[in-house]
Structures are given as structure tokens and as C-alpha cells.
């Protein structure tokens, strides 16, 4: 059983939790699978990816400017009996707490589309890569705003996402940046990255209720391998709430 499907399988508000993440895990498999890896995780926050990659026995750093989430990762990771190592930092400004070249694995999920210049921040992720290293890549999708606002009744927020190249809906959307397949990948090759993979993530997760998936283990087994199923559809994939970018660091 992976991780994944594990967290799937819980009962009680995990399941719901589970069936989101479940793309992302079913990427990071492989890698993970090679063994016992060094880790970053830029922006992990309070550990949601990074206590389970330590149970795993990966050695993980996580780097994150909010001294409260590090805060709760140390509580977490106590709880969980593991250690992860915590930095405060930005995504730009990786050099100043971490060497170069120091991980197998570097996770960025939820942070490109806050950042003031990605192609920047993508170049710092890659900085600490090792040669043949993997970046994991979690960014917010352009299209799935603008199906979310238009399903809500937002008629003229959604035309405006539809729109605009930085794929926000209004002054007061708090995303400053959505990416699309396009876009995303030209981030990835103008960074020297190589073996760029993308998928969708959550393509219907976000449409369904949590409740359904919560009370139904059944029905949570069943729209994980719909998502599971999507993920690398070409049209699919671009309706998925958020796009997950796997690739390496060149030899």
C-alpha cells in the first residue's frame, strides 16, 4: 500500500485530506522509492508533506518564513517521533540558510504563485538540487479559477481570469499568480531543468463534497483513481485546481 492510498483509507476528515494529496504522492513514489533521500521542503510550513516523508526515514529540512508554522512542524514532528529540521527563510533567499547542491529532493508546494518573481525562485530551487537531483513543483492552476468562479455564480470574475496572463480574478484575489501547462513548463526549461513531467492534481477532488468522501470509503477509493486517471490527461489536467511539475537537475 503507498502512502497515499493509506491516507485515502483513514477514516474521519483524513479521508477527504488523502484523496487531494493522493497525485502527489503517486508522483513522488518513484523517487522516493530509491532509498533514504535528503529533503527540502520550501514553504512546508507545519510538515503536512514533510513528518510523513521523515516516518518514511527520508532526512528532511524544511525552510519557511513563518516562525509559528515552524513552530507547530517542531510540535508535529515531536509528536510523530521523528526529527525535521527547520530554517526560516524565503524561496529566494534559500543560500543563506542551506548549502548548494545538499538535497536529493526539493519540494515546492504552494509557493511559486506568491512569490514576487518565480523564474527567480525556481532558479534558488534548483540551486540546492544535486546533479540528477528531483523538484517537486505544486503550483495553483490558471483554468481551475476560472471554472470556480463561474460554478459560483462569479460570471465576470471568472471572464477576467479567463483573461488576464497572471490568471487572477480581481484586485481581490489573493493568488497573485496562476500557471498553466504552458507557462509552467517554459518556467521549468528557462530554469535548465530536464525530464519535466506535468500533471493535474484535485481535477474533480475540489468539486465533490468532503462529506461524501469522509463517510464513503468506497466512493474515496473510486475518485481517487478517477484523479488518478486525470492527472495526465491533456485537457483534464488543465482544469485541475492545482499542477504538480516534476523534473531534475542535468548531470
Known amino acids: 500500500m503507498t502512502l497515499a492510498e493509506d491516507e485515502v483509507r483513514r477514516g474521519g476528515g483524513r479521508r477527504s485530506a488523502g484523496v487531494r494529496t493522493a497525485g502527489v504522492w503517486d508522483a513522488l513514489r ?32 524544511v525552510v519557511d518564513p513563518n516562525p509559528d508554522a515552524l513552530a507547530a512542524l517542531e510540535r508535529r514532528a515531536d509528536e510523530a517521533g521523528v526529527i525535521v529540521v527547520g530554517h526560516q527563510a524565503d524561496a529566494h533567499d534559500l543560500m543563506s540558510v542551506l548549502d548548494g547542491e545538499s538535497a536529493d529532493l526539493v519540494l515546492c508546494h504552494s509557493v511559486l504563485e506568491y512569490v514576487e518573481d518565480p523564474a527567480a525562485a525556481l532558479r534558488a530551487l534548483v540551486a540546492v538540487l544535486r546533479p540528477g537531483g528531483t523538484l517537486s513543483v505544486l503550483v ?20 477576467r481570469a479567463l483573461t488576464r496572463p497572471d490568471g487572477r480574478w480581481g484586485d481581490h484575489d489573493p493568488v497573485p499568480h496562476r500557471f498553466g501547462h504552458g507557462s509552467l513548463h517554459t518556467l521549468a526549461v528557462n530554469a535548465g531543468l530536464e525530464g519535466i513531467g506535468i500533471t493535474g492534481v484535485r481535477v474533480f477532488a475540489d468539486l465533490v463534497p468532503a462529506g461524501l468522501i469522509d463517510s464513503d470509503p468506497q466512493a474515496a477509493e473510486a475518485l481517487r483513481s478517477l484523479e488518478a486517471a486525470a492527472a495526465g490527461h491533456p485537457v483534464l489536467r488543465e482544469l485541475a485546481t492545482r499542477l504538480h511539475l516534476s523534473a531534475h537537475r542535468p548531470l
Not at 510550513?45 to 516523508?53: Q, S
Not at 479559477?145 to 455564480?153: D, E, F, I, K, W
Open 140 to 159: 495553483a492552476g490558471a483554468l481551475a479559477a476560472v471554472l470556480h468562479r463561474a460554478a459560483s455564480g462569479h460570471f465576470e470574475d471568472a471572464q
Open 30 to 61: 518513484p523517487v522516493l522509492d530509491q532509498g533514504p533521500l535528503d529533503v527540502i521542503d520550501v514553504g512546508g510550513g507545519t510538515g503536512h508533506f514533510a513528518v510523513p516523508l521523515a516516518e518514511l526515514g527520508h532526512r528532511v529540512t
